[in-house]
């Protein structure tokens, strides 16, 4: 298991896209703290760049990586080696890849510009978006056979949470705004990992308060230590239960 993850991670680590990935990543973070008067503002920055760049690269890298290397999979798949530890050895791959492509490119500015609990939580935060957003990749290519399908389904994974979502959130805001739906709104948010992320950096950078009250509805759950864990706690699910469904399929798949 641990010979397949090292041949997997040193195929990622040397791809064109990964290197262009980590190298557009630092070119955006370094210049947005550069450009900036404060690190607040570099941050809110990195913090798009994190939700939507990120994200995208993830789900998409990894949906064509996973069709890129059925041959592969099925040479791996004749050898005495269980679906199982195939399975979570590409993910485990993949993930690490992504992680550290991550942490090149936006954690080490993070770390040298703001050093302090706001630049942790962004750098745990961008780790737990590629992580989830690489099985949500896993679910996307075991779905289908075809190629162009299951891209299409992983840009389509991405686009409603980076934007449908919200856009959905807002609607219900305006059609039942005579309605105390504040509370119903807290519960929203676990149906998006986007989101979650967001209000964690967003309540970090005490920026709550331009949230209006809904703001600090979040701020009342999600501020506490109780709500850290609860969001994180639902961030790791999101990551969890995409790959275990893949895993299921994978073990069921005829190919």
């Known amino acids: 298991m641990n010979r397949i993850i090292k041949i997997i991670l040193l195929d990622i680590l040397k791809s064109k896209i990964v290197i262009a990935y980590t190298l557009v990543l630092a070119v955006l973070s370094w210049s947005s703290f550069a450009l900036e008067d ?24 990894a949906t064509i990586y996973l069709y890129n290397s059925a041959e592969f999979i099925e040479l791996l798949l004749s050898q005495p ?30 770390l040298l510009n703001s050093f302090d609990s706001v630049g942790f939580m962004m750098i745990a935060i961008g780790c737990l978006i590629s992580v989830i957003f690489t099985a949500l990749a896993f679910l996307s290519s075991i ?7 299951g891209i299409g389904i992983a840009i389509m994974t991405w686009l409603f949470f980076a934007l449908i979502f919200d856009g959905l959130v807002l609607f219900l805001l305006f059609q039942f705004q005579d309605y105390p739906i504040e509370n119903a709104m807290v519960g929203m948010t676990a149906l998006s990992p986007i989101d979650l992320a967001r209000i964690q950096i967003l ?21 506490t230590s109780l709500g850290l864990i609860v969001s994180f706690g639902l961030l790791a699910l999101w990551a969890i239960l995409p790959f275990i469904t893949s895993l299921k399929k994978f073990n069921k798949k005829d190919l």
């Open 38 to 61: 404060n690190s607040s503002k570099g941050i809110l920055t990195v913090l798009n760049v994190i939700l939507f760049t990120v994200p995208l690269v993830s789900i998409l890298f």
């Open 81 to 110: 080696v269980k679906r199982k530890k195939i399975w979570i050895s590409l993910f485990l791959g993949l993930s690490l890849s992504m992680i550290f492509a991550f942490f090149i490119g936006a954690g080490i500015p993070l």
């Open 143 to 149: 779905v289908t056979r075809d190629k162009a399908k």
């Open 203 to 223: 309540l970090h950078l005490d920026v709550s308060a331009m949230m209006g009250y809904t703001g600090a509805i979040f701020k009342d759950f999600f501020g």
